[in-house]
């Protein structure tokens, strides 16, 4: 991908200053945020972070307490038909007659839409070409999250807001929905994704944005957010109880049941010490890794936490 970093593209979503309260929790604190044409943004965060909320404002579902939003040139608080028209929402979980075939649930909903793509190329472009006339509740998980894409694709719209895609999926589907998102990009189409899993965010998003608590804690491309932290990472793991690592290696280390991980800005020097000091004890090292930081490493470092399925809001 080509992440589209130059301020002057033009923007499908444009945020400032939004602010959402329930009485005196302030779910969403001032924050800003924009979104180019033709691009996947993944805003992501942990329980709470205040990012279902934010993403429900933009779809329109939810008010907000103050701030400018803007989706496609239009207010979504103003519950405009002709926004309604260009988006398509992708929801953790649609409510879709269990007993329509495939093809049925995607005609339905193609009629809510004034020029809607053609139903079977909708069906087969999300990999359904074969279930077409299964019914619903006949379909596993993924071809259910498959049918919900394709629910949300048939209006054929500008911007689509993806939630969650792939919770629940074996990694043979989630790679599929994977090469489903990159399709929808090159279709020209703007992806606003949501997602749990860190890899996924790596793998598909040209920008992402992390909220904390409210607000947006850093924003970038994923390459750069991991460049920016720097360090490397070196990951193994010692059987048995914990052995104290020796002089020269006592740097920044965390070490879980025999798993060690230590941060370096020097990593051939540290890895000669921890090597040469092995081979000299007898110990093996197994699981051994040079990585630099990874997104879930950064998402961590800034949240505290681990990715988290769901939100409160």
Do not use: C
Request: glycine share 10%; aromatic share 6%.
């Amino acid at each position: 991908m080509t992440p589209n970093s130059n301020e002057s593209l033009e923007a499908v979503i444009q945020v400032a200053g939004l602010h959402k309260s329930y009485g005196q929790l302030e779910a969403v604190r001032g924050i800003d945020l924009r979104v180019h044409r033709n691009e996947v943004f993944a805003l992501l965060g942990p329980n709470g972070a205040g990012k279902t909320t934010t993403v429900e404002i933009l779809e329109g579902h939810r008010s907000r307490t103050s701030g400018d939003v803007s989706v496609l040139g239009y207010d979504p608080g103003k519950n405009d038909r002709k926004l309604k028209e260009r988006i398509g929402i992708v929801l953790q979980s649609t409510g879709v007659e269990r007993y329509l075939t495939v093809f049925e649930t995607v005609d339905l909903f193609s009629k809510y839409y004034p020029h809607p793509l053609p139903v079977g190329d909708v069906i087969q472009m999300v990999g359904l070409g074969d279930q077409r006339k299964t019914l619903v509740r006949r379909l596993s998980g993924g071809q259910r999250r498959r049918l919900d894409v394709a629910v949300g694709l048939v209006g054929d719209p500008e911007l689509l807001f993806l939630d969650e895609p792939t919770t629940g999926f074996d990694p043979s589907a989630r790679r599929g929905a994977w090469e489903i998102v990159r399709n929808l990009r090159s279709l020209g189409k703007t992806v606003l994704l949501t997602t749990h899993y860190m890899d996924e965010a790596e793998a598909l998003a040209d920008r992402v944005a992390i909220m904390v608590k409210g607000r947006i804690v850093t924003e970038g491309v994923p390459s750069e957010l991991t460049q920016r932290k720097g360090r490397t990472i070196i990951r193994f793991r010692i059987d048995g109880e914990n052995v104290g690592l020796p002089e020269g290696l006592q740097l920044d280390q965390e070490v879980v049941n025999g798993a060690y991980s230590l941060t370096t800005d020097s990593p051939t020097h540290v890895l000669h010490l921890l090597t040469t000091w092995a081979v000299e004890k007898g110990i093996e090292l197994e699981d051994l890794a040079v990585t630099r930081p990874s997104l879930e490493d950064v998402f961590v470092e800034l949240t505290g936490a681990g990715p988290m399925e769901g939100e409160g809001m």
